[in-house]
């Protein structure tokens, strides 16, 4: 994809938002602010995924979890109906603050929608580009935040969890998942999801 300044200006807003996250990580050494560095992980896959990847899919990378701290988990039950309600919740809303962004560096409507479906996964299974942000999505999951969701969830439950991220992915993000290195627990409930 040829750079373009609005697509620069946008990308730059998007991280400035992301890295106001008063919740971080540690990598390489360095905390960083926790959604700064997924959106940095997850536009890293799409592109590893796509290297040809549009410039409405990088963008729908970068914004998939925009502010995402706004809306913490613990302001609903903590129940399966109050985490889908949660999920909803942030679909829109990460939607809505790209949007903002989007208009406010010059992006036509048309495409600012198709960044939004993105965002929303509505079209997962008959959008490629929706199944590469997917991928990308359990990708960045499997590499980066397996260990801390197998030390927070009983291990039937993870297995359970486990074949329902394989079930969503690509035969290319299968590939790529089983070359990632994970830890011996990690290693024992992805071949038991798998057996």
């Known amino acids: 994809m040829k750079i373009n300044a609005r697509f620069e200006e946008a990308i730059r ?6 890295s106001l996250d008063p919740n971080s990580e540690v990598a390489d050494g360095i905390s960083r602010p926790r959604e700064l560095l997924y959106a ?3 536009t890293a896959w799409v592109s590893r995924l796509a290297p040809g990847a549009s410039e409405t899919l990088l963008l729908a990378a970068r914004c998939q ?3 995402r701290w706004e809306i913490p988990r613990a302001s ?3 129940t399966r109906a109050g985490y889908l309600r949660w999920r909803a919740e942030l ?4 939607a809505r603050k790209s949007a903002e962004i989007l208009r406010e560096v010059g992006y036509p409507d048309e495409m600012i ?3 939004q479906e993105l965002n929303r996964k509505k079209n997962l299974g008959r959008d490629p580009e929706c199944q590469i942000l997917e991928d990308a999505l359990c990708l960045v999951t499997l590499e980066f935040q397996l260990d801390d969701l197998i030390r927070n969830t009983e291990a039937e439950k993870m297995v359970t969890i486990l074949q329902k991220t394989w079930k969503k992915m690509s035969p290319q993000a299968h590939e790529e998942a ?3 290195a994970y830890s011996e627990e990690a290693q024992s409930l992805i071949g038991r999801a798998l057996a």
């Open 178 to 180: 089983l070359k990632l």
């Open 65 to 67: 979890h925009l502010c």
């Open 91 to 94: 679909k829109e809303f990460h």
């Open 40 to 42: 940095e992980r997850l």
């Open 13 to 18: 807003r998007f991280d400035e938002a992301n």
């Open 113 to 115: 929608s198709q960044v």
């Open 76 to 78: 609903y039950e903590m």
